[in-house]
């Protein structure tokens, strides 16, 4: 009897880790409107999930998502369909690579080495997580909102942040969040 309460505080635990998650994505579009910045991809929140029988904890895709991606470029960009930077909020939730990992809010900056006219298909949902995981090592990373920045094989510029998700409580850590992330996006030149 106790081991099925467990599974079951267990399942509306995850329930509830995901519908505050993307919560807090819907907070961050409306702060991030504010300075003129939409979701690239619309309503879509970007994950990499499987329903293949055969997939196994330790690859990206699987049944539960790794992470909730949201790019965002400037309404006037979209609205042309071209960008040079784009911000993004990444909600890790874990990674295959690294057991003990706190489900945690990456927050950055990408700069394009050339204007991307196609800003919809050549934007991807795993860039941030890519940055933060597999080209750096998350462990050697700056965490607690101290900035990172690193310069991918593709040579698009990586400005970005962590903070653990628990960090963020109520609309105005949220705010804080959204306003640092365009303070950063001002302040990053393009091919510099």
């Not at 399942?11 to 579009?29: C, F, G």
């Not at 369909?81 to 295959?96: A, E, R, Y």
Request: charged share 25%; aromatic share 10%; hydrophobic share 35%.
């Amino acid at each position: 009897m106790e081991t099925n309460k467990t599974l079951i505080y267990s399942i509306k635990n995850v329930m509830q880790l995901i519908n505050n998650s993307i919560l807090m994505l819907r907070d961050m579009d409306k702060a991030l409107s504010k300075y003129s910045f939409e979701p690239i991809n619309g309503n879509a929140i970007g994950t990499e999930t499987s329903k293949n029988i055969l997939q196994t904890p330790k690859q990206t895709a699987t049944f539960f998502p790794q992470y909730m991606a949201r790019p965002y470029a400037l309404k006037s960009d979209i609205d042309e369909q071209q960008t040079n930077k784009i911000l993004f909020i990444n909600i890790q939730f874990f990674h295959p690579d690294y057991n003990e990992l706190t489900p945690t809010l990456i927050s950055g900056v990408i700069v394009s080495p050339r204007p991307m006219t196609d800003i919809k298909n050549e934007v991807k949902n795993w860039w941030l997580k890519n940055i933060a995981f597999e080209i750096s090592n998350y462990e050697d990373i700056k965490k607690n909102g101290d900035i990172n920045e690193v310069t991918d094989e593709g040579n698009y510029k990586n400005i970005f942040w962590c903070k653990d998700l628990t960090l963020f409580e109520g609309q105005e850590s949220i705010n804080e969040e959204a306003e640092k992330l365009v303070k950063v996006f001002n302040n990053t030149l393009v091919n510099a």
